[in-house]
């Protein structure tokens, strides 16, 4: 069994370090109501994040639902499991469910462009305890960003870390000593699963461990684009570069792309010059891999690119925010752009009867004439938000205004027909009902 679900903390006093943020989670849990925010959790991998949100819910006796936002993160399936359970009891008789959204810095670019919204649909009308987790909050949708609190789950210093180590080698039977703890402890960098993983790698068949066995069980090699743009700014030598661009898993198409939109970060046009040219040469022998399908050519396209920015980069090391390249948000603009304009004629197609093809093809420019002269009664009519009015107005300032307009008038008037409702009357003897 993988020890890392084996010994996975039950309890929020099992839980290793990030003592503060357990503490104001608790005091959360303790004082919840419907009108708190929800969490959003962040950090690095193998701090604890998800591990919290179970103990929590089990110290708390409630029951948990759980969403991984890379595989569940559509508006249909948000809005059939996170929103009916935020909406509803446990049947279990608990007080309350936590709904657990895993990888929310995973929303973009989904299929269903509406997913994200169909998140915050769910916490502003939830009844019941939400906790997002993500590993980098500044890629988590700036809107879900402000509806909820922010807490980060830090790297986890090695001396913590030991004790839950020891722990594990005692349940097990397994001898080691605190040295060698220590090292594992080290080698994991923070990540708590990533030590656990590599005490069990080593102790396969073993009963007493020694450095020898923990040679070959080093925590995962992998690094991300941001550690390796990271180290061409700091000038690593040419062989490091080279082995840690190909621990990170990208393909060298995307290494260049992400070190193309780095070429902003560097302090002159003399070195962005110089680093364009190595870029432009290691997009030729891109091409070249495509045209011939011969692929070992790619490492040499990969280590071109690394190699020349980091002498463009003379070692200056890098003071800004590493941000995903331009094209890609340009790209992904386009898609968004798509997926609006593919709902809106299934909207159009299913209200009026008419074939999608038709609409696009003959009576497309006929509705946006329509929408134009009364925007008010199709934002009514087909429920169109800023984005898909914008397609037919052309101005988005304009479809943000008339869309939060027409919700206002909706509001004010489900504000009075309820103040004009009927009641009972409770005078003595009194069975009929009266209008305020």
């Known amino acids: ?27 959360w849990a303790q004082s919840w109501s419907p009108k708190d925010r ?36 559509t508006k ?74 922010p807490l980060q789950f830090r790297s986890i210093q090695a001396r913590s870390l030991i004790p839950r180590l020891r722990f594990i080698c005692a349940a097990e039977h397994l001898q080691c000593s605190d040295t060698l703890l220590e090292e594992v402890s080290t080698r994991a960098e923070g990540d708590v699963r990533a030590a656990i993983t590599m005490l069990q790698a080593a102790a396969i068949g073993k009963k007493v461990l020694t450095p020898q066995d923990l040679s070959s069980s080093s925590k995962d090699e992998r690094s991300t684009i941001f550690d390796l743009i990271g180290a061409v700014f700091r000038g690593r030598s040419h062989e490091e570069l080279v082995r840690q661009a190909q621990a990170t898993g990208e393909t ?74 331009t094209r890609w948000q340009r790209i992904g603009s386009a898609r968004r752009q798509r997926a609006i304009r593919g709902d809106l004629l299934h909207r159009l197609s299913s209200r009026y009867h008419i074939p999608e093809r038709v609409l696009r093809e003959e009576y497309l420019t ?11 009664h199709y934002v009514l009519e087909l429920d169109l938000d800023a984005d898909a009015l914008n397609l037919f107005l052309h101005d988005r300032e304009r479809s943000v205004m008339i869309v939060k307009k027409v919700k206002e008038e909706g509001a004010a008037r489900e504000k009075m027909a309820t103040s004009r409702a009927p009641r009972k009357d409770t005078s003595p003897g009194g069975t009929q009902s009266t209008l305020f």
Not at 39 to 68: F, Q, R, V
Not at 85 to 95: D, R, Y
Not at 366 to 376: T, Y
Request: proline residues 5%; neutral net charge; charged residues 25%.
């Open 366 to 376: 006929l509705f946006s004439l329509l929408v134009e002269h009364a925007p008010e």
């Open 1 to 27: 069994m993988d020890w890392t679900e084996k010994y996975r903390p039950r309890h929020i006093r099992d839980l290793v370090g990030n003592i503060g943020v357990l503490q104001t989670m608790v005091s």
């Open 252 to 325: 060298p198409e995307r290494i260049v792309q992400w070190l193309e939109g780095s070429v902003g970060l560097l302090p002159d046009y003399q070195r962005v010059a110089q680093a364009y040219r190595s870029l432009r040469r290691a997009d030729l022998y891109l091409g070249r891999t495509i045209r011939r399908q011969y692929y070992l050519l790619w490492r040499y396209a990969q280590a071109i690119a690394v190699i020349g920015m980091a002498e463009a980069a003379q070692k200056q090391g890098i003071h800004a925010r590493i941000s995903p390249p």
């Open 76 to 149: 249909a399936a948000l809005e059939k499991i996170a929103g009916s359970s935020a909406l509803t009891a446990p049947l279990s008789g608990a007080e309350h469910k936590l709904i657990v959204l895993d990888e929310v810095d995973n929303l973009h670019g989904t299929a269903d462009r509406g997913g994200a919204k169909a998140l915050l649909d769910i916490i502003k009308k939830t009844q019941q305890p939400m906790i997002l987790i993500a590993n980098i909050l500044q890629d988590v949708p700036a809107e879900l960003r402000s509806r909820c609190e």
């Open 38 to 73: 929800p969490l959003i959790l962040y950090g690095k991998p193998g701090t604890g994040k998800t591990s919290a949100a179970h103990a929590l819910a089990g110290d708390m006796g409630w029951d948990i639902i759980e969403l991984n936002a890379s595989d569940q993160r």
